[in-house]
């Protein structure tokens, strides 16, 4: 599959800036393609799907989609998670009847609280609207890139 200049440059940076876990986790998701449900008489047999009605494959994401993709699934991997423990403390403060609770972690083996994920305020999902609108920029960011092409 080949892979667009936009979506190497991003892997780039994700592996320059320390995420390289991140960078191959993206590559792998637009190298696997997208899933597609399909009915099962729509396309040839697959062995087992003749009880099912719809089956799922996966489609190859061309090129001119493949940073569109990227940073949707940029946001599912980095900016949801940060929008849903920012939600998780303010339901633990409801449940207890005060602002906000600080969620901490325990290390399973040595029984200590580890540092917290964040040193912001409570439930504050504001990294959350900055990584999303630095998401939504990027694409035009790298638009130059895509208009100096041969």
């Known amino acids: 599959m080949a892979v667009s200049d936009e979506l190497r440059l ?3 940076i994700l592996d320059e800036e320390g995420f390289g876990a991140l960078a191959g986790e993206l590559l792998t998701e637009i190298s696997l393609g997208r ?6 008489g729509a396309a040839a047999p697959i062995q087992g799907a003749e009880d099912r009605e719809n089956f799922v ?3 190859p994401i061309a090129e001119e989609e493949q940073l569109i993709e990227a ?8 900016v949801e998670p940060i929008r849903k423990f920012a939600e998780a403390e303010r339901i633990a403060g409801e ?30 999902d504001g990294l959350a609207d900055q990584l999303d609108e630095l ?7 790298i638009e130059p890139l895509t208009s100096t092409r041969p």
Do not use: Q
Request: glycine share 2%; net charge neutral.
């Open 10 to 12: 991003v892997i780039t």
């Open 71 to 78: 940073m949707t699934i940029l946001r599912l991997r980095l």
């Open 95 to 124: 449940l207890v009847d005060v602002p906000g609770v600080r969620i901490r972690f325990i290390d399973p083996e040595e029984r200590t609280e580890i540092e917290p994920l964040s040193r912001r305020d409570i439930a504050d």
């Open 135 to 141: 998401l939504r920029r990027l694409p035009s960011m």
């Open 35 to 40: 899933e597609v449900e399909v009915p099962t």
């Open 57 to 59: 494959v996966r489609i």
